[in-house]
T-cell receptor, first 117, second 112 residues
Framework: GAVVSQHPSRVICKSGTSVKIECRSL??????MFWYRQFPKQSLMLMAT?????????EQGVEKDKFLINHASLTLSTLTVTSAHPEDSSFYIC?????????????FGPGTRLTVL | AQTVTQSQPEMSVQEAETVTLSCTYD???????LFWYKQPPSRQMILVIR??????QNATENRFSVNFQKAAKSFSLKISDSQLGDAAMYFC?????????FGAGTRLTVKP
């Protein structure tokens, strides 16, 4: 199947700093990517939809000024957590659906564990 | 809004036995897709099985099968001949136009 990578796999930062997480589709183009957040022992919650060449669409309750999303190319989306605070500590996962007619199977990245001190 | 409910936070099964994980969902759409994902300790999401709502036939993938009851909005996962490697969190998911909505998950333990 298709491969989605994320970088970094884990990051520790100080409160108040910004952190950028990259999501790449390695062997296919993705005009759309999704960002999820998973708190410990909880489910994945969709944060936003990243659209290549246009603004991201955020889910209700997600601060767009805090979680900046840029879909710079057909294979790369970035999530920047601005002015991170301890409550932003979480596991962030991206996914990308393959394009084409019929099935749009989503492939998930391995996730990024963010710890804000 | 679509909701996905997994009422079993934890389940346990003896190796080689069969276990069924429950999932119900709520939607007003007529055409949609349902999935079961496995999340092992590595946290990588792994697709187990999927079901198109327009198909009446239940999906099957080797030891994994679903019981899809569209009218009841039920989508359970049956794992036959359970193996130690099946131990993981299992999430039921509904595919929306924008991303997926996941259930709360069921932690499956496999006893040797």
């Amino acid at each position: 199947g298709a491969v989605v990578s994320q970088h970094p796999s884990r990051v520790i930062c100080k409160s108040g700093t910004s952190v950028k997480i990259e999501c790449r589709s390695l062997d296919f183009q993705a005009t759309t990517m999704f960002w999820y957040r998973q708190f410990p022992k909880q489910s994945l919650m969709l944060m936003a939809t990243s659209n290549e060449g246009s603004k991201a669409t955020y889910e209700q309750g997600v601060e767009k000024d805090k979680f900046l999303i840029n879909h710079a190319s057909l294979t790369l989306s970035t999530l920047t957590v601005t002015s991170a605070h301890p409550e932003d500590s979480s596991f962030y996962i991206c996914s990308a659906p393959t394009s084409g007619v019929g099935w749009n199977e989503q492939f998930f990245g391995p996730g990024t564990r963010l710890t804000v001190l | 809004a679509q909701t996905v409910t997994q009422s079993q936070p934890e389940m346990s099964v003896q190796e080689a036995e069969t276990v069924t994980l429950s999932c119900t969902y709520d939607t007003s759409e007529s055409d949609y897709y349902l999935f079961w994902y496995k999340q092992p300790p590595s946290r990588q999401m792994i697709l187990v099985i999927r079901q198109e709502a327009y198909k009446q036939q239940n999906a099957t993938e080797n030891r994994f099968s679903v019981n899809f009851q569209k009218a009841a909005k039920s989508f359970s996962l049956k794992i036959s001949d359970s193996q130690l490697g099946d131990a993981a969190m299992y999430f039921c998911a509904y595919r929306r136009l924008r991303g997926m909505r996941f259930g709360a998950g069921t932690r499956l333990t496999v006893k040797p």
